[in-house]
């Protein structure tokens, strides 16, 4: 080997261990700057319990891990409750893995594959608070929404912006809500620099590694917008862990860990009702919180976002996120942030998809408001940058304060209408079709609740 090029293969791989080496320095020293604090579920007056939903285990055929070990993990990392959805089977309720296992519940439900011949490609629906699933994915969405609408559970839209199985069709009355961050949709669609790094960064700390790909899934925030305008549209988090990377000779390598992924984002749901420690209780109180949506999504991987509240008053009467009020008219709302050590947080209102005002840097922060719609929050904080600087990124996303949104939904276009950049006009124009004047409650969800609650 002539030595010019012992000489050169030698400089290269100082060169490589010497960045290997700053690369790791760094993600420590960004993991230091967002400390990890431990969450309470105790506020005051309420209860705020931090979980997932859509994740899988071994009944998943793509999938691996149990529901002990998550719950282990789930435990460990002081998450309160856990809901798995195993591919097209609710086999894990009828084997009894829900339940309470140390301080995590575990529920367990369904995320069900529609492969229809009128659309393109697969796209997927999450079922919840099931005793029975029994269908074909070539099965009609009518036909597993009604089953679903019959046993009293809920639903929800998965995936809606992948760009391999995103949302095609109308968004059905009976679909409480959608994901509106996908941890998997968020890979595919992260760009390149971003998922480079992210992968660089995973070695040192997944954590941080993980917060590299975050981005505003535009799209899907566009069809949650566009639905919630006209009826209450629950967003929640989807981790969708699998645990399990097939390799060539029946080798599975688990990636990404439970252990890895749970700490980067979680649905908070605030609820007055606590935790008693049975089943079949906290059950409810975590599925009454979803049907509500009295819940908001938060990064915590960047910041414990617990303590977050976005409420309403109008008179005596009360509404948090979720709720609403009937008729539009002045309402006072207000935000609460966090304690937090996050530098340049900024509370941004939206109102039916659009933001119409913010407020920098403060832990508190009111506005009044009567126009009709669908009233939400975006808090914004830095997030420190590789080569120093910081990168602006959402930390908390608030489930919307609904005021006069009482229409009926007419069938909304899907996802696909909705291009990049594009005006909610299209779902616009079909505004007040089929108007009966009542109120349209998502799942059996209680209406009049919103509008009675006390404070
Ligand atoms: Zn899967
Ligand atoms: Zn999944």
Same mark, same amino acid.
């Given at each position: 080997?002539?030595?010019?090029?012992?000489?050169?293969?030698?400089?290269?791989?100082?060169?490589?261990?010497?960045?290997?080496?700053?690369?790791?320095?760094?993600?420590?020293?960004?993991?230091?700057?967002?400390?990890?604090?431990?969450?309470?579920?105790?506020?005051?007056?309420?209860?705020?319990?931090?979980?997932?939903?859509? $994740?899988?285990?071994? %009944?998943?055929?793509?999938?691996?891990? #149990?529901?002990?070990?998550?719950?282990?993990?789930? +435990?460990?990392?002081?998450?309160?409750?856990?809901?798995?959805?195993?591919?097209?089977?609710?086999?894990? =309720?009828?084997?009894?893995?829900?339940?309470?296992?140390?301080?995590?519940?575990?529920?367990?439900?369904?995320?069900?594959?529609?492969?229809?011949?009128?659309?393109?490609?697969?796209?997927?629906?999450?079922?919840?608070?099931?005793? *029975?699933?029994?269908?074909?994915?070539?099965?009609? #969405? !009518?036909?597993?929404?009604?089953?679903?609408?019959?046993?009293?559970?809920?639903?929800?839209?998965?995936?809606?912006?992948?760009?391999?199985?995103? $949302?095609?069709?109308?968004?059905?009355?009976?679909?409480?809500?959608?994901?509106?961050?996908?941890?998997?949709?968020?890979?595919?669609?992260?760009? &390149?620099?971003?998922?480079?790094?992210?992968?660089?960064?995973?070695?040192?700390?997944?954590?941080?590694?993980?917060?590299?790909?975050f981005h505003r899934?535009?799209?899907?925030? /566009?069809?949650? !917008?566009?639905?919630?305008?006209?009826?209450?549209?629950?967003?929640?988090?989807?981790?969708?862990?699998?645990?399990?990377?097939?390799?060539?000779?029946?080798?599975?390598?688990?990636?990404?860990?439970?252990?890895?992924?749970?700490?980067?984002?979680?649905?908070?749901? =605030?609820?007055?009702?606590?935790?008693?420690?049975?089943?079949?209780?906290?059950?409810?109180?975590?599925?009454?919180?979803?049907?509500?949506?009295?819940?908001?999504?938060?990064i915590?991987?960047?910041?414990?976002? #617990?303590?977050?509240?976005?409420?309403?008053?109008?008179?005596?009467?009360?509404? $948090?996120?979720?709720?609403?009020?009937?008729?539009?008219?002045?309402?006072?709302?207000? =935000?609460?942030? @966090?304690?937090?050590?996050?530098?340049?947080?900024? &509370?941004a209102?939206?109102?039916?998809?659009?933001?119409?005002? +913010?407020?920098?840097?403060?832990?508190?922060?009111?506005?009044?408001?009567?126009?009709?719609?669908?009233?939400?929050?975006e808090v914004r904080a *830095?997030? @420190?940058?590789?080569?120093?600087?910081?990168?602006r990124m959402t930390w908390i996303y608030?489930?919307?304060? %609904?005021?006069?949104?009482?229409?009926?939904?007419?069938?909304? @276009?899907?996802?696909?209408?909705?291009?990049?950049?594009? !005006? *909610?006009?299209?779902?616009?124009?079909?505004?007040? /079709?089929?108007?009966?004047?009542?109120?349209?409650?998502?799942?059996?969800?209680?209406?009049?609740?919103?509008?009675?609650?006390?404070?």
């Amino acid at each position: 080997m002539p030595a010019t090029f012992k000489k050169k293969a030698a400089i290269a791989a100082i060169a490589l261990i010497a960045l290997g080496a700053a690369t790791g320095l760094r993600v420590k020293a960004i993991a230091r700057a967002l400390p990890v604090t431990a969450h309470v579920a105790k506020q005051d007056g309420y209860n705020d319990y931090q979980g997932v939903i859509h $994740w899988h285990t071994h %009944y998943s055929a793509d999938a691996a891990g #149990t529901y002990k070990d998550v719950a282990a993990v789930a +435990n460990a990392q002081h998450v309160d409750f856990m809901i798995a959805t195993e591919h097209n089977n609710l086999q894990a =309720v009828k084997d009894g893995k829900e339940g309470v296992y140390g301080k995590v519940l575990i529920m367990s439900g369904v995320e069900i594959t529609r492969k229809h011949p009128e659309l393109h490609h697969n796209s997927y629906l999450l079922g919840l608070d099931l005793k *029975d699933y029994d269908h074909k994915r070539t099965d009609s #969405t !009518d036909s597993i929404l009604a089953d679903i609408r019959k046993q009293g559970g809920l639903t929800f839209i998965a995936h809606p912006q992948n760009p391999r199985w995103q $949302w095609e069709g109308p968004v059905d009355a009976r679909i409480a809500g959608l994901e509106i961050i996908d941890k998997s949709d968020e890979w595919f669609t992260s760009p &390149i620099p971003d998922i480079l790094r992210g992968l660089a960064f995973y070695g040192f700390d997944p954590r941080i590694g993980f917060l590299q790909m975050f981005h505003r899934l535009d799209k899907t925030l /566009a069809l949650w !917008d566009s639905v919630s305008e006209k009826r209450p549209f629950v967003g929640i988090y989807a981790p969708d862990f699998h645990q399990a990377v097939h390799l060539p000779f029946r080798t599975v390598w688990m990636f990404p860990k439970a252990a890895d992924i749970l700490p980067v984002a979680h649905d908070h749901i =605030v609820t007055r009702a606590a935790f008693n420690g049975t089943l079949e209780h906290d059950k409810k109180v975590v599925y009454d919180a979803l049907r509500a949506g009295n819940l908001y999504v938060a990064i915590d991987g960047l910041a414990d976002a #617990t303590g977050f509240m976005f409420k309403a008053k109008r008179g005596d009467k009360n509404a $948090w996120m979720g709720d609403g009020f009937e008729t539009a008219g002045k309402t006072d709302f207000t =935000v609460t942030l @966090p304690k937090t050590t996050l530098q340049n947080t900024e &509370i941004a209102v939206y109102r039916n998809g659009k933001e119409i005002r +913010n407020g920098k840097n403060t832990g508190s922060y009111s506005f009044e408001a009567a126009k009709p719609g669908a009233y939400r929050i975006e808090v914004r904080a *830095d997030m @420190p940058a590789f080569f120093g600087g910081a990168r602006r990124m959402t930390w908390i996303y608030s489930n919307p304060i %609904y005021i006069g949104v009482s229409q009926p939904l007419p069938q909304l @276009p899907g996802l696909a209408q909705y291009a990049e950049g594009e !005006d *909610d006009g299209a779902a616009a124009h079909q505004h007040g /079709a089929a108007a009966d004047g009542g109120k349209i409650c998502p799942a059996g969800q209680d209406c009049a609740k919103a509008d009675q609650r006390k404070d």
